[in-house]
């Protein structure tokens, strides 16, 4: 995932809670959400570890209890 450093232009604190055009295409959603459903995705298809695994087994076994 590419990083974009706030410009000073675009930054909250210098517009004063107005939005840019670069902030909402024309689409509607802002333009970073693409980026953050990406990420997502790409964690939702991680496997999960191990230690996670025993873990969960092993409140499962003591809430059968």
Do not use: C
């Amino acid at each position: 995932m590419k990083e974009v450093p706030p410009s000073s232009s675009t930054h909250p604190a210098n517009t004063a809670g107005r939005r840019s055009e670069a902030d909402v295409p024309e689409t509607g959603k802002p333009a970073w959400s693409d980026d953050i459903r990406s990420y997502y995705q790409a964690a939702a298809q991680e496997p999960v570890p191990q230690d996670f695994m025993d873990l969960m087994a092993q409140i499962a076994k003591q809430i059968k209890q």
